[in-house]
């Protein structure tokens, strides 16, 4: 399976991009613009200390798309549509995973508070407008970039997973416990990822009360 993460070049992109090539996964780094992907992918060959990394590699997001089995938009909410509207003929019949969470820092307001959606969450926004043929799955809404990137450390969270299309599901779920300390937990359909997305500005809350970049996120008693 080769993954390709939209938005590759950002802090939760990179992240995603870094554990998954630890963990042997074929990765493809989608950008705007080339030359960015190409410096995210130097990047995380300087991070994990391998220049001769075979299962990764940088493309435009439309080329990323077209060559990833599992596509992963990784954007900030205002950039969500026109990546969406970027891929959208690429993407049909793949499976799509999104991990947008609509935060109030989007619309200039502050990280710590959601903003609705007409909706009802950015993942259900991307299957309305992404059509039947894409099977969407709302995945590391509330995976930090911190902890990803502190690629000495497992992760220290469980990855919520909702979608409408059980195969899907599973597929996600394998994938992100490739991620050293992360349980997978599918939580139903994808209206759920109502609820899982509005978990994040808790996380930010919490992080910014207790001076910590790591805060996650343990369902206990399952
Ligand atoms: N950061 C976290 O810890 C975290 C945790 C959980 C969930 N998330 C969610 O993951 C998503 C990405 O977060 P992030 O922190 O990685 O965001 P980011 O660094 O601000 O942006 C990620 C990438 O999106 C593209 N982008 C940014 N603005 C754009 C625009 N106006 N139009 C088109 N593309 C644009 C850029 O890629 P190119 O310029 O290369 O095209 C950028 O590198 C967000 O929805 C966020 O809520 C983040």
Redesign the pocket.
Known sequence: MKIAII?G??????GLALRFVKSGEHVIVG???IK??ENAVKLIKDMLNDENLPNLSAMT?EDATTNGDIVVL???????M??LKSIKEYVQGKIFVD???P?EGCIGGKPTRFVDLWEGS?AERSAAFLGNDVRVVSA???????SLTNINEDVECDCLISGDDSQANAIVMELAEKISGVRSIECGPLENARIVEKI?PLLINLNIRNRIKLAGIRITGL
Do not use: E, H
């Not at 070049?9 to 990179?14: E, S």
């Not at 990784?74 to 969500?80: D, E, F, G, S």
């Not at 590391?140 to 911190?146: D, E, K, Y």
């Open positions: 938005g070049t950002g802090d939760q992109g990179l950008s705007r613009d960015k992907a997001n990784t954007v900030p909410l205002q950039a969500q026109i990546t991990a947008t969470v935060l950015a590391f809404c509330n995976l930090s970039a911190a994040t």
